[in-house]
């Protein structure tokens, strides 16, 4: 069903799609080489210590992230994804802009048993239960921006990411769904954390940012804290149409 940008922005919104249709699981097997582990023991992949505290520093260049990102496949990844946006995305906004501001390439999040996908921020201090606290804004991102997370198989308590309810509500709830789902939020002002994964499995997604056209600021100066990306169609953004 149809939002508005400011319904978007008030709650966090639960949607489905068509796995069939819209294959990411397939992809990502193709890019860990065709590999029979189910997304939920990805961490079985590799033979390395991946319980060694993912930080601030390095939670986007984990040996999964370096895999994933350097894949011959991974443009296959990338097209299934701008399709998805066009198809499934767009057209939850329930406004006037037929041209909208998207991520061009989505955040990759691998969660491992025993560890976080948010990196501990030594210099901050954050605490075990609440790892990586931020919202997007704290990094410069433009407050037009609603957050999307989509998950590759099954995303639930310490292997999710807990978000508030409203900005600087201190109320945080676990973001749930599994394949097939997708959860809308503003993560711009509504901050969000790590905790510890207990569950026994890896949580992996991906997530990404998107604004109606009208909503853009094309004099940003800021840049994205890990890729060093200006906020802007061509850097950061690419432009697209819902038709």
Same mark, same amino acid.
């Given at each position: @069903?149809?939002? &508005?940008? #400011?319904?978007?922005?008030?709650?966090?919104?639960?949607? &489905? *799609?068509?796995?069939?249709?819209?294959?990411?699981?397939?992809?990502?097997?193709?890019i860990f080489d065709n590999c029979n582990l189910l997304v939920e023991n990805i961490h079985e992949f590799f033979e390395t210590d991946e319980n060694k505290q993912v930080t601030i520093d390095?939670?986007?260049?984990?040996?999964?992230?370096?895999? *994933?990102?350097? /894949?011959?496949?991974?443009?296959? @990844?990338?097209?299934?994804?701008?399709?998805?946006?066009?198809?499934?995305?767009?057209?939850?906004?329930n406004c006037e802009d037929n041209e909208f501001v998207v991520q061009k390439e989505p955040s990759f999040r691998v969660c491992p048993p025993k560890n976080t996908a948010l990196g501990f921020r030594p210099n901050m201090g954050d605490p075990e239960?609440?790892?990586?606290?931020? !919202?997007?804004? #704290? *990094?410069?991102?433009?407050?037009?921006?609603?957050?999307?997370?989509?998950?590759?198989?099954?995303? *639930?308590?310490?292997n999710s990411c807990y978000v508030e309810t409203s900005p600087y509500s201190n109320n945080f709830v676990a973001l749930e769904m599994k394949y097939g789902e997708f959860i809308a939020f503003y993560g711009n002002r509504c901050?969000?954390?790590?905790?510890?994964?207990?569950?026994? =499995? /890896?949580?992996? /997604? =991906?997530?990404?940012?998107?604004m109606p056209? /009208?909503?853009? #600021? &094309?004099? !940003?100066?800021?840049?994205?804290?890990?890729?060093?990306?200006?906020?802007l169609i061509g850097d950061y953004y690419v432009k697209m149409s819902r038709n």
């Open positions: @069903m149809p939002k &508005s940008y #400011d319904e978007l922005k008030a709650n966090q919104t639960l949607f &489905s *799609y068509d796995t069939a249709k819209y294959n990411f699981v397939e992809k990502l097997t193709k390095d939670d986007t260049k984990t040996k999964f992230h370096q895999k *994933y990102y350097k /894949s011959e496949n991974y443009n296959e @990844m990338i097209d299934l994804y701008q399709k998805f946006v066009k198809d499934i995305v767009l057209p939850i906004f239960d609440k790892i990586g606290i931020h !919202c997007d804004g #704290d *990094y410069g991102h433009p407050e037009s921006e609603i957050n999307f997370m989509l998950t590759f198989g099954n995303q *639930y308590g310490n901050r969000h954390f790590n905790r510890i994964n207990d569950t026994g =499995i /890896s949580r992996v /997604s =991906i997530d990404f940012r998107v056209l /009208s909503k853009y #600021d &094309s004099n !940003c100066e800021k840049e994205s804290l890990h890729s060093k990306r200006k906020f």
